[in-house]
């Protein structure tokens, strides 16, 4: 298999698909891979540290497309990557299909096998994501207690209080990977933390392992009361498949929220969990509506880019590995989890959520099509 590993050019992403320590292991396995240039530099790898592994440096992205079958990133494929994809393509990384239409189709009419880091799925559980889903979770209250103060657009409340004043009032909206580590981080900050989720199991779970966050099951009325009287709030949903996350707070509730609140939408890359969200980058991450600062960052763990992208690595190379050694028909017909990652093959989209989303038609994975 000839892999490729390009530098990413999503607004202030600095993080890189493979490791040089994981690029070795598919170097012994027998395959060739290129690496484009720098494109490691944001993560703390230079290029001398992946020749030192076996890996060929490249000197531009229409280089490395053209030369690479299975291509490994972090971040969907930005505009200025279009041209380079072409049906010879096997696409791995983070994709995000559900809110962006014009990159589906993209996929579609390039009919590139794109297999989907957030819905490669093991029974309830997503691999690929919860690494990533950890390091937004635990940045969220982070990011939040920053911008809280006054001269960032906050209320001016300091996330632990202080002796006779209150700490700030902290809601979590989910209770999966990213909730949990957000209520852990913002619960050991001194916050006074409400995490609020629909399923009862889910907040027994939490509750054992963070007996001084508080749990509440979710209803509107509930959810409304809660968030009225927050000062911070994480949404941290998450739809199993690929599906838009749903809209908890419309403008109206928005508007209930107190001034200078922060909403800190963790779920942005799936379109938020507000009516009011939209992308934000590290370098401009917040904006105001109805009074309240929204941070919406679509790439929040590429902030520590060292950390991040070792993580990801060391979750995704099995994968990787899988595609390479078995090739990707067989890989796919022989493992149910990246079958499940597949949401475009052969010109058809193959994931019913993302198909949902933009009214287009869906076509369940044959891979004897191809």
């Not at 000839?2 to 040089?20: A, L, M, N, Q």
């Not at 983070?94 to 880091?117: G, S």
């Not at 109805?290 to 763990?301: D, G, I, Q, S, T």
Request: proline share 4%; glycine share 8%; net charge negative.
């Amino acid at each position: 298999m000839i892999i490729g590993v390009p530098k990413e050019v999503k607004t202030d992403e600095f993080r890189v698909g493979i490791t040089p320590s994981n690029i070795a292991f598919l170097v012994d396995d027998g395959h060739e891979v290129f690496v484009e240039t720098m494109a490691g530099e944001g993560s703390g790898f230079s290029d001398a540290e992946y020749r030192d592994v076996g890996a060929k440096i490249v000197f531009s992205a229409k280089e490395l497309y053209e030369k690479a079958h299975l291509v490994v990133k972090v971040k969907e494929p930005q505009p200025s990557e279009y041209g380079f994809l072409n049906e010879k393509h096997t696409l791995f990384c983070y994709l995000h299909l559900a809110p962006t239409k014009e990159l589906t189709v993209v996929l579609m009419q390039k009919r590139v096998c794109a297999i989907a880091y957030e819905t490669v799925a093991q029974g309830r559980e997503l691999p690929l994501l919860k690494p990533m889903s950890e390091i937004a979770g635990s940045m969220a209250p982070i990011v939040g207690a920053y911008h809280l103060s006054r001269y960032k657009g906050g209320d001016g409340v300091l996330i632990c209080g202080s002796e006779e004043v209150e700490a700030a009032k902290v809601l979590v909206v989910g209770a999966g990977n990213a909730g949990f580590n957000a209520a852990k981080i913002a619960s050991g900050m001194g916050a006074d933390v409400t995490v609020i989720n629909r399923t009862p199991s889910r907040l027994e779970e939490l509750k054992k392992q963070l007996p001084h966050v508080r749990t509440l099951l979710y209803s509107e009325n509930a959810f409304l009361e809660a968030i009225k009287s927050s000062d911070m709030v994480i949404g941290a949903v998450l739809i199993h498949g690929g599906a838009p996350t749903p809209k908890f707070i419309s403008r109206e509730i928005l508007k209930e929220m107190k001034n200078g609140s922060i909403l800190v939408d963790i779920t942005i890359d799936q379109g938020g969990i507000s009516e009011a969200s939209h992308p934000t980058t590290h370098t401009n991450p917040t904006f105001i509506e109805e009074r309240v600062l929204h941070y919406c960052v679509a790439n929040m763990p590429g902030a520590y880019p060292k950390t991040s992208t070792v993580a990801l690595s060391n979750a995704t190379i099995s994968y990787v590995r899988k595609l390479a050694n078995d090739g990707v028909i067989n890989a796919i017909r022989n493992n149910a989890s990246l079958a499940l990652g597949v949401n475009v093959f052969n010109g058809a989209l193959t994931n019913r959520a993302v198909a949902e989303a933009h009214n287009l038609e869906y076509k369940a994975l044959d891979i004897e099509d191809k």
